[in-house]
Structures are given as C-alpha cells and as structure tokens.
C-alpha cells in the first residue's frame, strides 16, 4: 500500500448511507457515488451556469430539472463505469480499495444490471430536450465509456474526463437557443481546462499507486513540474471565462466574480503540495467553490 499519510480511503463509513439506506441499497449507493457528491456538483454547477448564460438569466423550473437530473445520473453511469473496468485495478489502490465491486459487495452481473437501469433512467430525459440536444447526448455516451480505459494508454485521461463531463454546457446551449455558439464553446473549453487542473490535483492522491500498477495520469506526466501545468490550466480557464463574457455583452458583475475564481486559483496553488496528498483531495473537493462563484458570476453578470 502506498503512503505514509493519513488514511486516503474514500469511503466513509457510519455516514448517512449507513444510517438511512436498506442494506441492500447500500453498495449500489456508493457504487454511484451518492455518498460522495462533491463530483455530482462539480458536473453541475457549470451546466447550471450555461444555462443561466444561454437563456441570459434564470432558467425555467423543467430545464432546470431535467439537467439536474441529467448530471446526476450521468456522472452516477460515469462512476459505474469507472468501477466496472477498474474492479481489478481498485483493490491495490489506497483510496479505492473499499469499493462495493472491488470489495465483493456486490458481482459484477449486479454492477451491469445497474448500469443498464441507470442508462434507461438517462435515456428518458431525452423525451424532455431538443432534437439537437438529444444527437448531443449520444454523442456524449462512448466518451463516458472510454475515459475509464484511457488511463491504460495515454497520460491525459483528465482530458477526456474533462470533455465528457461539461458536456452538458453545450446541451444547455442547444436545448435553450438551438444553437452552439462560439462564446459557448469558449465557456466549455474553459471548463475542461479547469478540470483538467482540479483532477490533475486529484490525480497526485493516486499517483504512487497509479504507478505500481502501470496507469497513467497528468499527475504522472507532470510529476516535480506539477505546479507550473497547473497555473497553466487554471489561467487558461479565467481567459476562456473571461472572453465569452466581454462576447456575450454580460455586465459587470461577472467580471468581479472571474476576479473571485482567480484569487481562489492563486489559493489552491498556494496550499498544493505534491508531497501532501491528503491535501490534494482537500483541494479538489474545494472546486465546489469555483463552481458556485461562476454560477453567481453568470447569474450577476445576465441580470444586471
């Protein structure tokens, strides 16, 4: 097992699973990350801002509804993924090694049954999108597919993460003006290029592991020049979130709040240690707040 640090192991038992869930439901819960939503938010709160940005204020109450649901249970299909093809892999790894599949709490017959109700779930909100959006949600399936076994050839599996997990900014871009416009786009490049850096951060709890087993990751493509890829990223995202706003003709109040995630850029930067993967996944989960300020961002910068 790789660390000296303190116990990286991401589940987190006597939690509310424990408490209010049936037994039975309990693995399934943690198989998609119920548990854990923190990734669930970091899916969301950039759709929510597209949406904001693209209906230029507050969304209607359906659209809102159906990309809510739509981000929880494709970012819960993207964890069942993940577990099925790394099921092998989980157990030697510190922070997955008590995972319901690779644990033995439930059988990889149940985890695909699962996944396929989880699909069908999915597939039933597309009666509630735009055709565009609907050929955009297809497209969408193989890369949540693929990303779990990207890791097994190319050091830049948080890219494809990063693709296939804001890919709902475009929906909400096409579901709401049946259109994709350039500053659109912008917005989504910025947002692959943050989670490129916060997964990134993510990716150094793993990195020892990641390495005994042969995965690859960006942490292990940076390694020691960590920091430097990582204010690459991060300042890439501010430009990429800047521009469409200035294109977009959205007021003042956005610009404060880009002001806002640059300084909790340079905090996140200021703390990152490499050697400290504790405060890796510290950091990562501290995204939620990048998250929130580009929601308010959009939501000052529409209305005023």
Not at 3 to 23: C, F, G, K, M
């Amino acid at each position: 097992m790789a660390s000296t640090h303190s116990d990286l192991n991401d589940i987190r038992h006597n939690d509310w699973v424990e408490h209010y869930l049936p037994a039975a439901w309990r693995p399934y819960a943690r198989l998609c990350r119920l548990d854990r939503p923190v990734g669930t938010w970091l899916t969301l709160l950039p759709c929510i801002a597209a949406l904001i940005q693209a209906q230029h204020g507050v969304p209607t109450l359906l659209r809102l509804v159906v990309f809510c649901l739509g981000a929880l249970l494709m970012r819960s299909v993207g964890c069942t993924v993940n577990d099925i093809c790394d099921r092998d892999f989980d157990k030697h790894v510190e922070r997955t090694r008590f995972r319901p599949l690779t644990s033995g709490q439930i059988s990889l017959k149940q985890a695909i049954l699962f996944l396929v109700a989880q699909l069908v779930a999915a597939a039933l909100l597309l009666f509630f999108i735009n055709s565009y959006s609907r050929w955009l949600a297809v497209a969408l399936v193989p890369l949540v597919f693929i990303y779990p076994l990207c890791k097994r050839f190319t050091y830049w599996p948080q890219l494809v993460l990063g693709i296939a997990f804001n890919w709902g900014m475009l929906m909400a871009w096409s579901d709401t003006t049946n259109s994709v416009p350039l500053a659109a786009v912008l917005m989504w490049m910025g947002a692959v290029t943050w989670q490129i850096g916060y997964d990134t951060i993510y990716a150094y709890t793993d990195m020892k592991d990641d390495e005994q087993l042969g995965l690859r990751s960006t942490a292990l493509r940076f390694r020691d020049q960590g920091l430097a890829w990582l204010i690459g990223f991060y300042a890439a995202t501010v430009v990429l979130w800047t521009v469409p706003g200035i294109m977009l003709g959205f007021g003042w109040l956005y610009y404060a709040f880009m002001l806002a995630i640059a300084v909790h850029f340079y905090w996140q930067l200021s703390t990152f240690d490499i050697q400290k993967p504790d405060r890796s996944f510290a950091l990562f989960r501290a995204n939620i707040w990048t998250g929130c300020l580009l929601v308010a961002g959009s939501l000052g910068g529409t209305l005023l």
